[in-house]
Every structure is written in structure tokens, then in C-alpha cells.
Nanobody
């Protein structure tokens, strides 16, 4: 079992930046993956970025070149650096951790990001 807590959400204007943090209750260096997902109002939750246990990064096309996922194993924290934010990035962002494979088994409570145009 691992507990996840997101932080760093807020309101920003289009073109701005935010950095989200996901703090885990235990070591994350042995998870098969850590990921960021988001859910916009009226839409299903969608994957944003994934960081595998061996360090590979995957991004959805709609954030490539703008978002970067990273982690600090010593602090048990996963980050999502979001640059050049757009209004369509407005959503609740969730952090997920995978026991195995690439689908999260554990979720945080989410942090809201609002981008105004």
C-alpha cells in the first residue's frame, strides 16, 4: 500500500507554468511506474505522462514538448513540470503508482489546475 498526495495546482494564465508534486508515503524507486493523469469536467480521466521504473518517459501527444515528468527517489516525490499551459489543460490532475505493469493501482486525491485564456 502506498499513499500519494498531490500539490502544486492552482490558477494560471495561458502560456504560464506550474509544477505539480506527488509525495509518496514510501519508497517509489521500486514501483513499476509513476504516472500523472487528468480529468477535465465532463470527461473521462486520461493519461498525461508516465515514468517507468527503469527511467523511461512517456507522454501523450497533447503535452509533448510542454510537460516533463521526473522523480526524486530520495524524497519519494514525482514531479510534473507544465510549461506553456493552455486553457484545455484545465483539469484535476492525479498522481498514480503502479505495483506492476503500467497501470496505476494507487491514486492521490488530485490537485486542480485552472488555465485561463
Amino acid at each position: 500500500q502506498v499513499e500519494l498526495e498531490e500539490s502544486g495546482g492552482g490558477s494560471v494564465q495561458s502560456g504560464g507554468s506550474l509544477r505539480l508534486s506527488c509525495t509518496a508515503s514510501r519508497n517509489i524507486d521500486r514501483t513499476s511506474c509513476m504516472g500523472w493523469y487528468r480529468q477535465a469536467p465532463g470527461k473521462e480521466r486520461e493519461r498525461v505522462a508516465t515514468l517507468t521504473g527503469d527511467g523511461r518517459e512517456y507522454y501523450e501527444d497533447f503535452v509533448k514538448g510542454r510537460f516533463t515528468i521526473s522523480k526524486d527517489n530520495a524524497k519519494n516525490v514525482v514531479y510534473l513540470q507544465m510549461n506553456n499551459l493552455k486553457a484545455e489543460d484545465t483539469a484535476v490532475y492525479y498522481c498514480g503508482a503502479c505495483k506492476q505493469g503500467n497501470l496505476p493501482n494507487y491514486w492521490g486525491q488530485g490537485t486542480l489546475v485552472v488555465v485561463s485564456s
